[in-house]
């Protein structure tokens, strides 16, 4: 200040240097005077400070809850789960998932050591219980998810069978006294399984009909079945899907459309990086009343079937038979064609719903049409009456014609599918995938596609079925296509996090789609988690057998304290940016 109390230097020259420095020395200098401090404050400064440290697109705007670009620069710098204060090695293997209840009080992880470990989230995390599951002939345990009330826990696993023969089997433990309630088969293994409502669960089966085709049964269970009375049903098929070229339905989990409260995501599927493979994931909707058969284009026109399946079918098929046409299609691609054929006339169309959007549940999973590696997601929604065990066990009377169930929504990744996740609110789905090369054909079931070592992340609005987002990258995964496994990722009300290949776990922000931080590990990351309680508590479980606890630096700092008075936010963010 000169003699007069007027400064040496105006406002707009102190701005401009301002806007060459870091944001750390910008907190710095505002602590000089009160005139560098009312500058270090200016929302101009913070917005070019933002979009410059996070690498945001100048066309994005501001988070909508964001008072000001200053404090919205401190919520991303600040509120992030990247300290890790905890690590839990009571695993003696690799550590395969974790999930919270719905409280936040509790937490189980599944590990290869063939136990379910139930913790309790405190301050300092504690081993609460942990469930040994060999002596019921288990391999390993693989996924857990608590019911609604978090009374009961669903425990899936991978059972030996007999001659060794691998399936899957899921576990109802009571989380009152830890006793276990019932077990369930579930085949294949990674259907996982997941719970409907308070006491029924998800199971899958899969009964071959070929070499290549199938049929996948999913079945509603009651979780408690030692039911005294012979007239109450402990199980009900939901529905019966086929499978072709070798597919098949895994990762169910349920959607519930009554939580629908986030508003929309404002930005969507934009122009992709000249390295992103930009072949959209389609989206169809399967309950349409076009009667265009679209399978006629995938036969050469020697092949070429008439207009009624059933004749057209039988008539080619005795040409084959008494030598008056020779196959020009391989076996496996004859059951496919044959098996599509056939189903045609013997699928149930969609039914419809006289419920409003916001009130339909979907069942969600993976699955295919072209190879065995899941490319596809398919969606169901599921009626009122069939969200109970109650009436046949068979489900309701079928025609003769409707041996199948038909799907509502099919989304086409074009590549690997090795996650997915729902937000708290259940309308974005968030995809993990690996692409395959751009125009890539599947001419063998059993032979996909090389897959891209970078994972991408999708994000589908399940409100208007439609991708939202552009696909976020970071993580990396390294495993060929027939060994390729589940990478299981979280979301919470800002952030999304999945694990990687790359002994990382990753968190992205979900409005401005950048990623925020890697949390280090000593072998691959499987799975992570939120808290529901407080975003800023996130888990991770690795192959290198532990379970890491992260936590926000602000909730770092009040947990260290050591003065019940805090220090004013100002200066203790400084504070943080300094050390």
Known sequence: MDDGGNPFLPDSIIYQIFLSLSHEDVLTAGLVCRQWQAVSRDEFLWKELFYRYYQVARDVPRHPAAVSW????????????????????????Q?????????????????????????????AISLLHSSNMRPYNWSYTQFSQFNQDDTLLLVSGVFLGPHNSSSGEIAVISLDNFALLSRVRNKPYDVFGCWLNETNLISGNLHRIGDITSCSVLWLNNAFQDVESENVNVVKRLFKIQ??????????????????????????????????????????DLGSDNEEDESWVLLPPETQLPRGPK???????????????????????????????????????????????????????????????????????????????????????????????????????HGHIIGMGLSPDHRYLYVNSRSWPSGSVVSDPMQPPPIAEEIDLHVFDLKTMKE?????????????????????????????ASGAEDRHGYVWDRHYNICLAKLRHEDVVNSVAFSPLEQELLLSASD????????????????????????????????????
């Open 70 to 93: 200053y404090e919205e620069f401190q919520r991303l710098y600040d509120t992030i789960p990247c300290v890790e204060v905890q690590t839990l090695r009571e695993h003696t293997d």
């Open 95 to 123: 550590v395969l998932h974790l999930s919270f209840s719905h409280t936040g009080y509790l937490f189980a992880s599944c590990s290869k050591d063939c136990t379910v470990k139930i913790w309790n989230n405190d301050l």
């Open 243 to 284: 499978n072709l070229n070798a597919s098949t339905i895994r990762t169910v989990m349920v959607a519930d459309c009554s939580r629908y409260d986030s508003p929309d995501l404002l930005l969507d599927a934009g122009p992709q990086p000249a390295s992103v493979d930009t072949s959209p994931c389609r989206v169809f």
């Open 311 to 413: 004749e057209g079918l039988r008539r080619f098929l005795d040409d084959i038979m008494e030598g008056r046409a020779r196959p020009v299609l391989s076996e496996q691609e004859l059951e496919s064609k044959v098996a599509e054929f056939l189903a045609q006339s013997r699928t149930k169309a969609p039914e419809a719903s006289r419920e409003s959007n916001d009130k339909k549940k979907y069942l969600i999973f993976t699955t295919g049409c072209l190879t065995y590696s899941p490319h596809q997601i398919g969606i169901k929604q599921i009626l009122p009456h069939q969200m109970t065990t109650a009436g046949p066990v068979l489900g309701e009377e079928r025609r003769s014609d409707e041996f199948f169930d038909s799907l509502d929504h099919v989304i086409d990744i």
């Open 468 to 496: 939202v987002k552009r696909a976020l990258r970071a993580h990396r995964a390294y495993t060929p296509n027939d060994e390729c496994f589940f990478i299981f990722l979280d979301v919470s009300r800002d952030f999304v």
């Open 544 to 579: 290198d057998n532990t379970i890491k606890v992260w936590r926000s630096p602000r909730t770092v700092r009040i947990h260290q304290a050591c003065r019940p008075r805090p220090r004013p936010l100002f200066f203790s963010w400084l504070g943080s940016q300094k050390s």
